[in-house]
């Protein structure tokens, strides 16, 4: 089985920072990735200075298979992703004649001398045309370099998405009535002898009629069953259900 | 005016990265923070792994005034909360007496040997207990470790808050009825004249009565009214409304 590719994503806005704007990009990209089989690995929110760009761009970009940029992209001093990319790649901000060509098409007489900020790319992005041409994605190496308008940001993300496909994920909930330190054993064991899968225990406060969400996951549906079989004889009567 | 105290934010979750469960407690700071006068300036989502919690506090820890982790503090394999904080400060986890002894004191003849695994600390934290002595939080220096359960999180946060207070954030919005292009060279000649303040500007696409949201913001409230009024002078006409 191939490993699976993995991602990173930035959000680069102070107005998340502040509160002044609530996230919705991550979000779309959490469901959107695990939906096309990507693992993603980390999401990280920085304000909008150009060396926090450049950093974490860069570290992501070596770390991950493909990372996404969410914001920092119009024509305005605190627009600083395209520069913070450059510089994570040792390249320089240049105008792109096709994106030129698109904002001269959209902005017809009314195009300004600082529209044209928008047609900056770092030297040797490309456009990645995607399902729907009229709204490319500059991608910078593994770096998509998207807007944070979220109705622009998930347009654009939709229109690449299936270059990201990976099998899919496997997951089964199994419900428990005992706490997690009553089941913890039981837990470790299964663990231990499915190193492969990803398990994961949830305690619930209160409110349903379970204390712990156990979920078991990998991309090796035969793996997930037998460890999910494994583990519900071990638990017994704790099991409140499976899904 | 003193600097403003700086925060990170860690969320240490593979539940969140996989899209099993939304964030409430990033959003819960974000809002705090910002209330308490408290500049937010990073929050970054990782796995439960332990490399990658010590890396990610140690980087936070000597990066900004105050850090605040989010899960991995159960009894179970997945909690490595407590060891990533300890090999952040080359520590090693102990057991805190007074946090056993809260631990008897719930579990009474329930307590397992599992559930004393949430009495593991790094050695050399502390409990902090602000204002509801029964819920005290574990801090090691600076990080404050927190629970991932929303209604735990919650109410340990708020218990502590106060010790955080600082002057508050004076907040302006100016919305316009031109495009970002447009108002972007009045935009730069205040930022170069109040360098001292944060300035924003947040198109919206559609749907609503203005083009630009542009946010102005600092702890001198004088500065603020100053730059709203040399900008809302500038913009003319444009301007929709102040807020």
Redesign the interface.
Known sequence: MAATATAGVILIG?????????DQNA?LL??EL?ELGVA?????????VVEEIATAVGEHAARYDHVFTSGGV??????LTMEGVARAFSSRVIHHPELERLLRLY?GERL?E??L??AEVPEGAELVAGSDPSWPVVAMRNVYILPG?P??FARKFRAIRERFRQSP?HLRCIFTSDE??????E??RI?ASYPDL????????SGADYKVKV?L?SKDVGRVEEATRALVEALGSAVVRVT
């Open positions: 102070d107005e998340i920072l502040s509160g002044k704007t609530a979000r959490i469901t695990r993603l690995r980390r999401i990280v929110v920085i304000p909008d119009g024509p305005t001093h605190d627009d902005y300004g600082r529209h900020r928008m308008i109705e622009i994920y997690e330190g009553i089941i913890a054993s837990l470790d663990v990803q398990v994961g225990s949830y305690p619930l406060l979920t996951e």
